[in-house]
T-cell receptor, first 115, second 114 residues
Framework: AQTVTQSQPEMSVQEAETVTLSCTYD???????LFWYKQPPSRQMILVIR??????QNATENRFSVNFQKAAKSFSLKISDSQLGDTAMYFC????????????FGQGTELSVKP | EPEVTQTPSHQVTQMGQEVILRCVPI?????FYWYRQILGQKVEFLVS????????KSEIFDDQFSVERPDGSNFTLKIRSTKLEDSAMYFC????????????FGPGTRLTVL
């Protein structure tokens, strides 16, 4: 069975600085997808970024980028130029390459951006 | 931009009562999901639904739970006899047909069982 581990329960960063959130996963699959979702205090789940395992190039979305290390089964999220609105819980998630497509989530990292 | 909607936003019920949580997925999506999140914990998969049948369910999704797509637009989760431990946030999600497509989540329904 697949597992996702986020080893940092809480992190904080000063506004405008850069922060990296860690995620590791365990799987025997070769094809899969990885995601970072953001959950602000409203508790809505919002997609931040998505990575396809067969792509070597790291995904980027504006201030958000990932460092995908397939051999190490590591998928970290880097937030550049942190903003107060980035304060949220961040969940890493894994999805096998199949039709069902259920997401397996990590425990989450609570990020606080301080002014 | 199309979005997944859920009603109600908050449901309070007595233990042993039946509840139905409702979701309207994005209109051209064909895969539907329910997840739950107990306060302070991670999001857990409950069930996936495709072509009018359950495609996968977790061990949490026991006989007390059922899902239905009654009218081609709504997607419901029914809990027949609620327990205290069913108190959680319940999220509906949907995605298009392609394997690996992103799942889009609704805002969630907070269920409180007293």
């Amino acid at each position: 069975a697949q597992t996702v581990t986020q080893s940092q329960p809480e992190m904080s960063v000063q506004e405008a600085e850069t922060v990296t959130l860690s995620c590791t996963y365990d799987t025997s699959e070769n094809n899969y997808y990885l995601f970072w979702y953001k959950q602000p205090p409203s508790r809505q789940m919002i997609l931040v970024i998505r990575q396809e395992a067969y792509k070597q190039q790291n995904a980027t979305e504006n201030r958000f980028s990932v460092n995908f290390q397939k051999a190490a089964k590591s998928f970290s999220l880097k937030i550049s130029d942190s903003q107060l609105g980035d304060t949220a819980m961040y969940f890493c998630a894994f999805m096998k390459h199949n039709q069902g497509g259920k997401l397996i989530f990590g425990q989450g990292t609570e990020l606080s951006v301080k002014p | 931009e199309p979005e997944v909607t859920q009603t109600p936003s908050h449901q309070v019920t007595q233990m042993g009562q039946e509840v139905i949580l409702r979701c309207v997925p994005i209109s051209n999506h064909l895969y539907f999901y329910w997840y739950r999140q107990i306060l302070g914990q991670k999001v857990e998969f409950l069930v996936s639904f495709y072509n009018n049948e359950i495609s996968e369910k977790s061990e949490i999704f026991d006989d007390q739970f059922s899902v239905e797509r009654p009218d081609g637009s709504n997607f419901t989760l029914k809990i027949r006899s609620t327990k205290l431990e069913d108190s959680a946030m319940y999220f509906c999600a949907s995605r298009p047909t392609t394997v690996g497509d992103t799942q889009y989540f609704g805002p969630g329904t907070r269920l409180t069982v007293l």
